[in-house]
């Protein structure tokens, strides 16, 4: 199924959930098209491949789209068994690992827009339910880590976990420059900063990563304008 | 390792307890249940589940699995026989999407559409009927949204079959009717009298009764 190869990648430069599929695709050296989106003008591809949510990502796999950037995930693993896998084959890894990726996506990551993108009181507590989440992400993955920090060696084997993570908090200090709090701590969370640390290094992902200055600049003009839209 | 003991903690009338309850079934798993009362949890839910302290939990032996849809898919993994998923992975995507789809859009829109009131509530239910609109289409002319047998995606479109319907009665709201949607109603028939499933609904008078409680007061106070 995976021998006639025409993939194609709808999604933005400064999406995180983009962001996850094409480095999974990298990461299983799959030649792929980014079709690079603009979401005041959608695509009518887009339009066509995900009428549902109107979203990126889609992944179209010789014709066929595939949404949501987990579902998108684990259908790379499953159709290119060649090359790295981005999950591991035992039933119970594999829920540990979905588990924290859900975590990350619905509780973590909502909880950090919502700091980015609010003020005032709101953004106090929104900035206290991060840190508690933080935590406990930090105590629930040492299950993950039973010796310590992860060791994520250079050969660009990405796990599923460590993708997600890299995408949504890889630019963790593009967040601290414009909001001006340290969101990843090294004393606090120890175990996710010397993890980020680590993936950040990887040629692959500072391959991906786009620069520090237009990461800041994007997530300045999202901020002035959700807070714009609140005010109004 | 699939011999290993393993415990549901779980509530009668949560769907997503019922879930875990239908893919056990269908796989034949034998298992403890544990009812859990959610005003005072068990030191053995904290335990087990400290991050979100919520049911279903699964424990199969030392390892413990909580959240339903990692639940499901940890169970099709696990034991084989019966196919909760698909195996082509497009397909597997396709009602990964669906299962997502149902939890995350659909059914927080259905439960705003029972819960709101007056003004807001004719632009709820319109908005709970388009999603509802989407897995009417998507079920086409299958019998089930797995196909001729049920599936992933029908097994967590259980709260719809059973639930839905208590609800609506209740708050006296029209979201799942025959006229709307002819082929949602006729999948809920089957589900709902399916082997796996019909001993892993809760009563209907028992969520009539609860129901009641819970938007009672809400419907009573319409200006």
């Known amino acids: ?232 | 390792m699939a011999e290993e003991e393993v415990k549901l903690y779980g509530t009668w009338r949560s769907p997503y307890s019922r879930r875990v309850e239908i893919a056990l079934k269908l796989k034949g798993v034998q298992h403890k249940y544990y009812e859990e009362d959610l005003t005072n949890k068990s030191p053995a839910l904290l335990k087990y589940n400290p991050v979100h302290k919520k049911i279903p939990v699964l424990v199969h032996g030392e390892k413990v699995i909580a959240e339903s849809h990692v639940i499901l898919e940890y169970i099709d993994e696990t034991w084989k026989g019966y196919n909760i998923l698909p195996k082509d992975p497009c397909e597997k995507a396709k009602a990964r999407f669906w299962a997502r789809f149902i939890d995350e859009k659909c059914i927080p829109a259905l439960k705003k559409a029972c819960a709101s009131i007056a003004e807001e509530r004719e632009k709820a239910v319109e908005e709970a009927c388009e999603l509802l609109q989407l897995l009417e289409d998507e079920l086409k002319h299958k019998k089930y949204f797995g196909g001729d047998c049920i599936g992933l995606v029908d097994i967590v479109a259980n709260f719809i079959s059973h639930w839905l319907k208590v609800v609506q009665e209740v708050v006296g709201v029209e979201l799942l009717t025959i006229k709307k949607f002819p082929r949602l109603c006729e999948w809920s028939e089957h589900f709902v009298c399916h082997h796996a499933v019909k001993d892993c609904l809760p009563p209907k008078e028992k969520l009539l009764a609860v129901f009641h409680s819970h938007y009672g007061s809400a419907t009573t106070s319409k200006c």
């Open chain 1, 1 to 232: 199924m995976a021998e006639e190869n025409v993939v194609s990648l709808h999604g933005t430069w400064a999406s995180p959930f983009s962001k996850c599929v094409e480095l999974a695709l990298k990461t299983k050296g799959i030649p792929f098209e980014f079709v690079e989106e603009d979401l005041r003008n959608k695509s009518p591809s887009l339009l066509k491949y995900n009428p549902v949510h109107k979203k990126v990502p889609v992944l179209v796999h010789n014709g066929k789209p595939i949404a949501e950037s987990l579902v998108i995930l684990e259908y790379i693993d499953e159709t290119w068994k060649t090359g790295p896998k981005l999950l591991l084959e035992d039933p119970y890894k594999r829920a540990q690992v979905r588990f924290w990726a859900g975590y990350l996506q619905q509780h973590l990551f909502v909880t950090m827009s919502l700091v980015c993108k609010s003020d005032g009181e709101v953004q106090e507590k929104a900035i206290k339910e991060l840190f508690e989440k933080l935590k406990t992400f930090e105590e629930g993955i040492k299950d993950l880590f039973p010796d310590g920090a992860p060791s994520i060696d250079c050969s660009n084997n990405l796990g599923l976990l460590d993708i997600v993570l890299c995408s949504q908090f890889g630019p963790h200090k593009v967040q601290e420059e414009v909001l001006g709090i340290t969101t990843i701590d090294p004393e606090k969370n120890p175990l996710l900063f010397t993890w980020l640390k680590s993936l950040n290094e990887l040629p692959l992902v500072k391959e991906l990563t786009p620069p520090h200055e237009k990461l800041v600049a994007v997530l300045h003009f999202f901020r002035n304008y959700a807070l714009k839209s609140s005010a109004a």
